[in-house]
């Protein structure tokens, strides 16, 4: 008896391990098929993409393989984009029926006869997912999420352009301002008298809409809704990942560090940017891949700079001392 159960438990390790070597295999070769993509060498990233679900079995996520069908796409070769076009439609999951019909990628698809039979597939699934969405909400959560985000892409571009300190910004910071206000206005009208909205009512961009409105407001407001917030992830109404930077935001305006490294700051004097103050900095990929966060190494490559662990916890003191002349600014700033 005891050496079946030695031999069992020697089986259950070996699959783990032999899983775990899978799923590294598996994010290997997709990073390889996205800096391939980014170097334009499409076909070369469409066959990663190919090695990637080989790798777990012919597996692989809705997103990976939608990305593969517009390197196959890119690299004109129909047949196998619309291989795992139609492996994502006919899955049901897929329903992003305005992203698919804009993406650039698939240009060369459009012509096909395939295409509108993809489509179709998609806006099925689609119709079927929504049938029971409170529509006239949906619609005001799509208008506030395009303002969002718009102001936002102008606010990045006119920064990359002319700096914080150029009049072209402010004049855009003071348009922010007044967006935001906008939106927080609506939404807390929508949860004060119906409270947490899930992707079974709004869909999944207005739930984001309502998250994002919320990230964007003034720490009362953020306080607040915390709690309400933190109910939602409970019920899977909200990603954990989107309370972990809420959470952060909060801890870091409160004067405290931030758990899981989501907040970016930028040094007044070297212009730099860097990662706000963290608790127990060692450990913070593991605190991130429990709410569903990628590691500190890619998440920061989103900023242009690189995360060097050790260097961090030296340049800590100076970080926290940034941090801390921060919030003593906002306090004076704050009615």
């Known amino acids: 008896m005891k050496n079946y159960w030695l031999a069992l438990l020697f089986q259950v390790s070996f699959l783990l391990v032999g899983a775990q070597q899978a799923q590294q295999d598996y994010d290997g070769f997709k990073k390889q098929a996205e800096t391939l993509y980014q170097q334009k060498e499409y076909r070369s990233s469409a066959l990663k993409y190919s090695e990637a679900f080989a790798s777990i079995g012919d597996k692989g996520t809705i997103d990976d393989r939608y990305n593969a069908a517009c390197s196959w796409a890119m690299a004109n070769e129909p047949d196998s984009a619309f291989y795992h076009l139609n492996r994502i439609a006919a899955s049901g999951h897929f329903t992003n029926l305005d992203h698919l019909r804009q993406d650039t990628d ?12 993809v489509l179709a597939l998609v806006k099925k699934y ?3 997912k929504e049938k029971d969405y409170d529509k006239p909400l949906v619609a005001k959560l799509d208008s506030i999420f395009e303002q969002d985000q718009r102001i936002r892409w102008q606010a990045d571009s006119v920064y990359k352009q002319f700096g914080s300190d150029a009049p072209e910004f402010k004049a855009l910071a003071e348009k922010f301002k007044t967006v935001d206000s906008l939106n927080l206005v609506a939404v807390r009208e929508i949860l004060d008298t119906k409270g947490w909205l899930g992707p ?10 309502l998250f994002l409105v919320i990230q964007h407001a003034d720490l009362k407001t953020q306080q607040k809704y915390l709690p309400l917030l933190q109910e939602a992830v409970v019920k899977k109404e909200l990603d954990p990942a989107n309370f972990a930077l809420l959470k952060d935001r909060i801890d870091l305006r409160e004067g405290r560090k931030q758990t ?8 007044p004097q070297t212009k730099e940017q860097f990662v706000a103050p963290l608790i127990d900095p060692d450990h913070v990929d593991e605190r ?3 709410v569903g966060l990628q590691p500190m190494a890619e998440y920061v490559q989103f900023f242009d700079f690189t995360w060097d662990l050790e260097a961090y916890k030296k340049n800590l003191p100076h970080y926290e001392r940034i941090h801390e002349e921060m919030v003593q600014k906002e306090k004076r700033n704050t009615p």
């Not at 079974?200 to 809409?209: I, L, M, N, P």
């Open 126 to 128: 689609k119709d079927e």
């Open 106 to 117: 698939l240009q060369s698809l459009y012509q096909d006869k395939r295409w509108p039979e």
């Open 288 to 290: 991130r891949k429990e």
């Open 200 to 209: 079974t009512v709004v869909g999944e961009k207005g739930t984001q809409t």
């Open 260 to 267: 899981y490294g989501s907040q970016i700051f930028r040094d």
